[in-house]
């Protein structure tokens, strides 16, 4: 690997709108859809956002600057970039986590897009309208033929293969332009169709009463908190590796951390309003999860005028939102294997997604599999992930080196001192938290265990790893920073 | 059934905290790249720091004389202030004088 043959110049945006768009496009997935409205009613609706906008400037934004600057500061992906601030050796082996991470998530993230794709399908059959539809049964038998998830599966790796051969500016950022706009503009007419219903505004009610004591219960904060840190998908390898193809004179704090962290977040405000007032229209039952998406809503279409149409909206935009993230979810490890492999890109986007696609069939196989995964990944694995990127800018490079060297550089708005002790001290406590907590929760719980082994067995297998790799001989053009800023 | 004042108040608000401060930070980003991008039809360089990020960046150079990454720093400030004091077009709001006063390290 050290004396690969040096390959072609690296790629780069095309535009400042299409980096934006793939920021978005990265972190908008399931979780806006289908979680943040419900769990935004159930906890006190305006005090909880209240509680999630605190959290989202006092966490995600300045975390998501760190985590884009240091790939804008890198030009590297996630090993590259752990490489060039701690320089070769075992402990390089922080940037496999975040690897092995991606990899898993996106294994069972890739039959979840199946489920939007086939639903995205039946829409435009208008299957949810057609007389004698039964939501449940369709969902269950659904969920029962595994042939038909595997093969889902397959044609979604299949079609994020095709799009990320072609590149980051012809494959990824062509898509996302349109794909992310068009979500929005889904959910703006979902959200016109249902306002304009009869009983709309016991929704509205639901989401936006404000419940002040709410704000005094730690279940709203640890439900805030999680939504923060879960859907802005800091920490997870995204925004370094989106980050490191931006170009010379771009900006990172303005675009990638507080558009990027209010945007995301804007569309799950705009899903709770193309969502709720139309379910609460026709008195469904609120809900959480694939029982929201593939139940309560399918129910409701055919109750409503033109709700074929508005299923149409629905389910496509839904389907972007999950394929978009998954796209860039693959990203990550495509960019990183590239460069640290002697493969080109084509072959390092069949490698990697191939790899994916095997992975996935348990997950395709089993929706309780995914669901398994789903809990011990996102509690532990995606946490532990975070707590390797913020952990490495806070305690080894140093907030203040990459606020003067990346940050503040070509900025569109400055960031002062407060962020250094953001990004030192309180997200990595707060990481550390949040697995404390769930580990707590599920105490001894099978869940529980297998995040345990996932926290002790990713680290070992990551030091082993490049101890190995980088033993074989120094990689060129890396800098060692040791000790921190401050 | 008309929704309470309280209501409205809090959906108001919400769409102003998040959808305000999104689509504002997304204008003022893209008009941003639009007059980077024209001063770089005029120039091939423009300046890299605004004038209080540029101050911080030397502050910590003359603190931090011996880090490892103090060479890049430097480059990086020398880099800012040959293009300001070689260039007639800038991105950030540099008055003559704070050019002027501008020093290589």
Not at chain 1, 150 to 179: F, P
Not at chain 1, 281 to 289: F, L, R, S, W
Not at chain 1, 324 to 350: H, M, N, P
Not at chain 1, 447 to 457: N, P, R, Y
Request: charged share 15%; proline share 4%.
């Amino acid at each position: 690997m050290a004396d690969a043959p040096a390959k072609t110049a690296r790629a780069e945006w095309g535009t400042r709108f299409g980096f934006l768009m793939a920021m978005i496009g990265a972190m908008v997935g399931a979780g806006n859809i289908w979680r943040f409205p419900y769990v935004m009613g159930d906890n006190g609706g305006g005090a909880f956002v209240l509680a999630f906008l605190v959290l989202l400037f006092l966490l995600a934004v300045p975390g998501l600057m760190a985590e884009v600057a240091l790939g804008r500061y890198t030009n590297k992906g996630v090993i590259g970039a752990f490489r060039d601030v701690l320089g070769p050796g075992g402990m390089v082996g922080l940037g496999v986590i975040v690897l092995l991470v991606n990899i898993a998530l996106m294994s069972y993230y890739s039959p979840l897009i199946g489920w939007t794709l086939y639903y995205a399908v039946h829409s435009l059959l208008f299957t949810f309208t057609a007389s004698g539809f039964e939501a449940g049964a369709f969902m269950d038998t659904f969920f029962a033929n595994s042939a038909l998830m595997i093969g889902l599966h397959t044609i979604v790796m299949g079609s994020i293969a095709a799009i990320l051969i072609l590149g980051i500016r012809r494959g990824v950022e062509r898509l996302v332009v349109y794909a992310v706009p068009a979500l929005v503009i889904a959910l703006v007419v979902m959200t016109i169709r249902g306002l304009t219903l009869p009983g709309a505004s016991e929704g509205i009610t639901f989401m936006f009463s404000v419940d002040w004591g709410a704000l005094a219960a730690s279940e709203t904060w640890i439900a805030a908190l999680g939504q923060a840190l879960f859907s802005t998908g800091l920490g997870w390898g995204i925004a370094l590796t989106v980050g490191s193809y931006l170009r010379e004179y771009d900006d990172v704090p303005l675009g990638g951390g507080v558009f990027t962290a209010l945007g995301e977040s804007s569309i799950g405000i705009l899903a709770a309003l193309a969502i709720f007032p139309i379910v609460f229209a026709v008195g469904v039952e609120p809900d959480a999860g694939a029982g929201l998406a593939f139940v309560s809503l399918v129910q409701v279409f055919p109750e409503i005028p033109l709700g074929g149409l508005v299923a149409i909206l629905f389910f496509v935009g839904f389907f972007l939102a999950t394929f978009t993230s998954g796209l860039l979810i693959t990203e990550v490890s495509v960019t990183t294997v590239s460069e640290e492999t002697r493969l080109d890109r084509t072959q390092t986007v069949l490698a990697v997604c191939g790899g994916i696609w095997l992975l996935g069939i348990p997950s395709a196989y089993s929706a309780d599999i995914l669901d398994f995964l789903d809990f011990v990944f996102g509690n532990w694995g995606l946490p532990l992930a975070t707590l390797a990127i913020i952990g490495v800018i806070g305690w080894v490079l140093g907030p203040k080196r990459l606020r003067m060297l990346a940050v503040n550089r070509n900025a569109g708005i400055y960031v002062g001192k407060w962020w250094d002790p953001v990004i030192k001290y309180v997200i990595p406590a707060v990481m550390l938290f949040i697995m404390g907590y769930f580990a707590w929760e599920n105490f001894r719980e099978p869940e529980m265990i297998a995040g345990m082994f996932v926290l002790v067995l990713f680290p070992i297998i990551g030091y082993a790893i490049m101890s190995v790799v980088e033993g074989r001989g120094e990689k060129p053009g890396t800098t060692e920073v040791t000790g921190g800023d401050d | 059934m008309p929704l309470p004042a309280e209501v409205l108040g809090m959906l108001a608000f919400t769409l102003l905290a998040f959808w305000g401060i999104a689509l504002w930070a997304l204008t003022r980003t893209l008009r941003q790249e639009s007059r980077k991008v024209e001063i770089l039809k005029h120039q091939d360089r423009m300046d890299t720091y605004s004038p209080r990020a540029l101050a911080d960046l030397r502050e910590w150079i003359e603190n931090n004389p011996d880090d490892p990454l103090a060479d890049r720093a430097r480059e990086r400030y020398n880099e800012c202030v040959d293009v300001l004091t070689q260039t007639d077009r800038h991105f950030y709001d540099w008055s003559d004088a704070e050019i002027e006063r501008l020093e290589r390290l």
